[in-house]
């Protein structure tokens, strides 16, 4: 059975969720310099049976597309290149940020805790897959 991963891109550091198996449940996997996200897929798919790469599709209010995008649209373009049998999704992550953050209070994190951004994108990447998730 496979699996399906989603991406919290960022310039900086990209937080990666992934199913179970029967791909009922999100959860985080961790976070990844951007830098190195490639290698890193590449790896996981390598180990991993991934049928679908879910990214976060960043949008404003208004709903047009935030500055983000660009970026992500750069690597999507340059993972179809190097994965083209990969099938990649797109689903609105906006308020995933304060999602997370709002997840941490209520799980009691530390407030020294709940500065680490890399735990947010983490968490953000699981609402986002979840979301994917109860849309299908």
Same mark, same amino acid.
């Given at each position: 059975m496979s699996r399906i991963v989603a991406i919290d891109f960022g310039t900086k550091r990209s937080g990666i969720a992934v199913t179970d198996p029967m791909k009922i449940i999100a959860s @985080? %996997?961790?976070t990844v310099p951007t830098s190195e996200l490639m290698?890193?897929?590449k790896n996981y798919i390598k180990n991993e049976a991934v049928e679908c790469i879910v990214? @976060? %599709?960043p949008k404003q209010m208004n709903n047009q597309d935030s500055q983000s995008e660009v970026h992500i649209k750069e690597f999507v373009t340059t993972l179809q290149k190097e994965m083209p049998s990969m099938k990649i999704e797109r689903q609105d992550e906006r308020f995933t940020s304060k999602m997370a953050f709002d997840t941490m209070i209520a799980s009691g994190l530390k407030k020294e805790k709940r500065k680490d951004k890399a735990l947010i994108d983490e968490i953000s990447a699981t609402i986002?897959?979840?979301d994917y998730l109860n849309k299908k």
């Open positions: @985080g %996997l961790c290698d890193y897929l990214f @976060g %599709l986002i897959l979840q």
